[in-house]
T-cell receptor
Framework: GEDVEQSLFLSVREGDSSVINCTYT??????LYWYKQEPGAGLQLLTY?????DMKQDQRLTVLLNKKDKHLSLRIADTQTGDSAIYFC??????????FGAGTRLTVKP | ETGVTQTPRHLVMGMTNKKSLKCEQH?????MYWYKQSAKKPLELMFV???????ENNSVPSRFSPECPNSSHLFLHLHTLQPEDSALYLC?????????????FGPGTRLTVT
């Protein structure tokens, strides 16, 4: 498809793991990103992965990339209420275009 | 101030008004961007400036007019907007246009067109 696709909502209990999924559009995309947007704030780059990697771990965050299926996921271990936010998946193409998904609203329930 | 700042944070305007959004970056970056964020839709890139020259204009209606007087400041001039233009307008900057992946975003201006 033409759009970077993500499900719009995800709800988890505090302490559980969250997995946010994304499918992107361009198999030649060089970087894939996850951004976090808290209420009233701009987008904050959480992590990114080069297209020649299939996994990246950074503390509670694990990014998995399946290049064949153009599928990207973000796993947040031990999710906390402070993780409640909108998470955006994005890709950058060789043309240097940045393409964003519509965002997944993560709600963490106590 | 550090990072990317935007003013005003909230704006309500009528369809016949003229207003401007302002973005300022304190990071010494050379590229600046305007994005439109509408609910449940992908972020839309509107304009890109690199070293004060426009490098991208993604089919944005002429009622949106960008201005980049220097590498630290970016404006978006608005006139005769439509209700569907109501959205969050985000400004971002990166060191260079070729390093678009390292974009730093401002908090956005929430625009409501009545």
């Amino acid at each position: 498809g033409e759009d970077v696709e993500q499900s719009l909502f995800l709800s988890v209990r505090e302490g559980d793991s969250s997995v946010i999924n994304c499918t992107y559009t361009d198999s030649s995309s060089t970087y894939l990103y996850w951004y976090k947007q808290e209420p009233g704030a701009g987008l904050q780059l959480l992590t990114y992965i080069f297209s020649n990697m299939d996994m990246k771990q950074d503390q509670r965050l694990t990014v998995l990339l399946n290049k064949k299926d153009k599928h990207l996921s973000l796993r947040i271990a031990d999710t906390q209420t402070g993780d409640s936010a909108i998470y955006f998946c994005a890709e950058s193409t060789p043309r240097n275009d940045m393409r964003f998904g519509a965002g997944t609203r993560l709600t963490v329930k106590p | 101030e550090t990072g990317v700042t935007q003013t005003p944070r909230h704006l309500v305007m009528g369809m016949t008004n003229k207003k401007s959004l302002k973005c300022e970056q304190h990071l010494g970056h050379n590229a600046m961007y305007w994005y439109k964020q509408s609910a449940k839709k992908p972020l839309e890139l509107m304009f890109v400036y690199s070293l004060e020259e426009r490098v991208e204009n993604n089919s944005v209606p002429s009622r949106f007019s960008p201005e980049c007087p220097n590498s630290s400041h970016l404006f978006l001039h608005l006139h005769t907007l439509q209700p569907e233009d109501s959205a969050l307008y985000l400004c971002a900057s990166s060191q260079d246009y070729k390093q678009a992946y390292e974009q730093y975003f401002g908090p956005g201006t929430r625009l409501t067109v009545t």
